[in-house]
């Protein structure tokens, strides 16, 4: 399921696909898709499954995370995530967090697919009972989130803070990656419930604890032929996709946020270099007037980048260029909320996917991608780089399906303990 987009729907594509494959920069041609990961590497590729037990947290950022290549871990828990078989007994959940108010995703039809965003809002242990008593119309997926102190979204919504005492906000597995959001994911469904086909902005720690989920992944390398609802942009070489009106660094800060944070960087060393000069002037150094004078332009210059930064969103008229899930507004205030239609969804209705006649007839390019599955048992961890596609189907009857996840924003680094290019993630 999508981590929202705050843009409302772009304009819708033709059926003949996208052909969006360079753009002109400065008289020349470049390819939007500068994907630079692992790819698929032949049509219905089964995805392979490793024991946790033998992935350090190094092995898996040198052979996963920095591959871009996705896995199923199987075997027990690691100890650090070991309290979420908490959550397999409802009872546990309903004590901790029945009188929550949550918004599930209802769907038209047990046919239908989720991914639309017809949300309705009910108490969880009202949800709880449905799901006990074989509802298989309503899914509780990714939550609204309000501001923190900072104005930025916070980590995780009400819900998940009363559980937060069950699970790490950062597992050992994923090293330096830093956390953006963490989810309860939970529904029922005899047949299997499809998310829709979509991809996340970040890169995804995915724990099923009931049930199990089967999924249909395609690499970034593919985003042309996939039909999603918005214009792409830019495929980042680490996978990361932006949208028209949605442009993002690779690591997904929006542009204005990413310059800011630069030229309050660099205005903090300007005033250091001032502060080491007035000294220097006092003790009567040699060359200290001089040194003065530099640091003084020097911060003379950091003060204009800040006025720039902070400038810059307002000469755009259109207002919308911040990244989908960057926009930010006052504190106490609902931020990075759920969206109907949502950018990253594709168009592709999932009852066409396995139907190569009808895609041909509708959405061909689809029939050039490369798609690998992955069943993911209760007890398993999918790890799914940021902006990979999938069509998750759900299955669980009884006690349903339910799940847990950690999304992280994307790295684009190339080392364990830096695993991004810049400090600009706390």
Request: proline share 5%; aromatic share 8%.
């Amino acid at each position: 399921m999508s981590k929202r987009s705050l843009s409302e729907g772009q304009s819708p594509r033709p059926n003949k696909g996208s052909k969006l494959t360079t753009s002109i920069i400065n008289g020349g041609e470049t390819s939007i898709n500068q994907y630079a990961g692992w790819a698929v590497p032949a049509k219905d590729y089964d995805l392979p499954t490793i024991n946790i037990a033998d992935m350090t947290p190094e092995l898996f950022y040198n052979e996963h995370v920095k591959q871009r290549r996705p896995v199923v871990l199987n075997g027990a828990l690691p100890a650090d995530l070991s309290r979420l078989e908490k959550w397999r007994d409802y009872s546990y959940l309903e004590e901790k967090v029945g009188s929550q108010s949550i918004m599930v995703e209802k769907r038209s039809s047990a046919n239908a697919s989720f991914g639309k965003g017809n949300e309705i809002r009910m108490p969880f242990k009202k949800f709880l009972r449905l799901i006990r008593e074989g509802d298989d119309q309503h899914y509780l997926t990714t939550q609204d989130v309000l501001a923190n102190l900072d104005g930025r979204p916070d980590l995780m919504s009400p819900l998940m803070k009363v559980l937060q005492e069950d699970f790490p906000l950062r597992p050992s597995l994923i090293g330096s990656l830093v956390p953006q959001n963490i989810n309860m994911w939970m529904g029922n469904s005899k047949n299997g419930a499809s998310s829709g086909l979509h991809h996340d902005y970040h890169d995804n720690l995915y724990i099923v604890l009931k049930g199990r989920k089967r999924f249909r992944l395609y690499s970034p390398r593919d985003s042309e032929k996939l039909y999603t609802r918005g214009e792409l942009l830019k495929v980042h070489a680490n996978g990361r996709i932006n949208y028209v009106g949605e442009e993002t660094t690779a690591y997904g800060a929006d542009l204005y946020s990413d310059a800011a944070a630069l030229a309050a960087r660099q205005k903090d060393e300007a005033e250091k270099m001032l502060e080491e000069a007035e000294r220097a002037v006092g003790e009567g150094r040699p060359g200290a007037e001089e040194q003065r004078e530099r640091a003084e332009e020097e911060l003379e210059r950091a003060m204009d980048a800040v006025l720039d930064a902070e400038m810059g969103g307002d000469e755009d008229d259109g207002g919308d260029a911040i990244a989908c899930e960057e926009q930010y507004e006052d504190k106490g205030r609902l931020v990075d909320k759920t969206v109907k239609n949502p950018n990253n969804f594709s168009k592709v209705d999932v009852n066409c996917l396995e139907d190569k006649e009808k895609l041909k007839e509708t959405y061909p390019d689809l029939l050039d991608a490369d798609a690998a599955f992955c069943h993911v048992e209760a007890g398993s961890i999918l790890y799914l780089p940021a902006s990979w596609f999938h069509e998750v189907t759900s299955y669980g009857t009884g006690d349903g399906h339910l799940a847990m996840n950690y999304w992280f924003h994307p790295p684009d680094g190339n080392d364990f303990d830096v695993p991004y290019s810049t400090d600009f993630w706390p």
